[in-house]
């Protein structure tokens, strides 16, 4: 019986542009898949009920935040650190317990299963730096990364479609669904992690384009936070605010629909689906610029663009000049093109065009746990604020501050960068840590 090692030498005499479908593909399945285990409870309604006057369904959204938030400080380390081979197990095990998880929130009686939302999201959030770590540092990750950030629009709207259906088509009520969708994806996402295992380790030539990626200690962490500290802070306020309203419309995108007058399982899979296929084609088209310090500046003229849509949209439909549906597809369309990039392709291209030795996922867990932690409080303040308006206004408020604010920092980010990379090879580190030669 040949063993994974023979399989993987195997696939590493693919053609690139195959291996790099298929890495794609696997990513994508994989991530997906997950998402079945952490938004299939979104779904659900719970309707009419409550616990100290808030909603029952907030209690489980700040739930699960809480617990993918500390997964995301516990990430920054974890990932950070992770060497290659322990990917794949991981990755099963932690979507085990969250699928246990949701087998307690079944069983166990409301409010005593919020509980289980918290375990459930823990190991969840680890999920992505350990999938991404199989694309990294390649010739062919934006292609890659942008096929596995779709799995971030497509998913949700998708889990939600299917666990909507099966509360239709089968006698579960709210409780039960989470766990039986998680079940119907639990093949296919051991198909598509086995798929990820047999991926070969960058090659020559993805190291000299891409710079080498390796783990980092402590000490390597804080110098890389110290050499980039403007940017990286404009960069954290710009993804706090992306992550605070995505996670709001993808939470409560059935109360932000009904709001506003719209109902039907399939739009929440049709238009994310026309999101996808859009973010998809312009991240993409990005493997065809070689030069690292022009990619990065197309890059952040992505994420200004998204925060302009996200404004003018919501103007438009403020005037009634559109409708709900363009409006809800245009601004989600401006979240997405600003908050995806910062998932597969920016940090991937900072890396790139500083050629600092280093890893994607470090960076993307520090901005993670910001971003989660300030969409937890976003959630406080909501129900202890303003308890009675209703998701659609509280989301529509939310995206004119996010497009204003953050078009304003993306801006202000690509000016840092452009300058920082005019200094060209400076900040050589005497034992090889820093190698900053702008690409």
Known sequence: MKTIDDLRAKVAKWPYSLLSVMAAVSAFGAYTSMYAFRK?????????????????????????????????????????????????????????????????????????????????????????????????????????????????????????????????????????????????????????????????????????????????????????????????????????????????????????????????????TSTDTQISVIVLLAMSLLILVRKNLRAFSIIHLLIIGGCVLIGVSTLLFSFKMIGPTAWMTMAGLGLYLGYVPYNAIFFERMIATFHYRSNVGFIIYVADSLGYLGSVSLLLVKEFGRPNISWGVFFKEGVVFVAVIGGICAVLSLIYFLKNAQKGNKNEDPQGELNIQVA
């Open 40 to 268: 299939a409870f979104a779904a659900g309604t719970f309707t009419g009920q409550q616990y100290f006057h808030i909603d029952y369904k907030v209690w489980l959204v700040i739930a699960q935040i809480i617990g993918y938030t500390l997964s995301k400080f516990y990430g920054i380390r974890f990932i950070a650190e992770i060497k290659g081979g322990k990917r794949g197990i991981t990755i099963l095990l932690l979507i085990g317990i969250s699928w246990l998880a949701l087998l307690g929130f079944a069983l166990v009686p409301a409010p005593y299963n919020i509980i289980f939302l918290f375990i459930n999201g823990f190991p969840l959030g680890l999920i992505w730096g350990l999938v991404f770590g199989y694309l990294e540092g390649r010739r062919s990750t934006e292609f890659m990364a942008a096929v596995l950030s779709i799995s971030l629009i497509f998913a949700s709207g998708f889990v939600k479609t299917v666990g909507r259906t099966l509360l239709h088509v089968l006698p579960v009520n709210d409780f039960q669904m989470p766990f039986l969708t998680g079940a119907i994806f639990a093949v296919p996402l051991v198909l598509f992690v086995f798929f990820l295992e047999l991926i070969p380790p960058p090659t020559a030539g993805d190291i000299e384009q891409r710079t080498q990626r390796a783990p980092m200690n402590a000490g390597q962490r804080r110098q890389f936070l110290k050499r980039f500290l403007p940017g990286i802070i404009l960069t954290l306020i710009i993804y706090v605010l992306l992550t605070v309203m995505r996670d709001v419309r993808d939470n409560f995108e059935v109360e932000i629909w009904a709001s506003l007058g719209v109902k039907g399982n399939m739009i929440y």
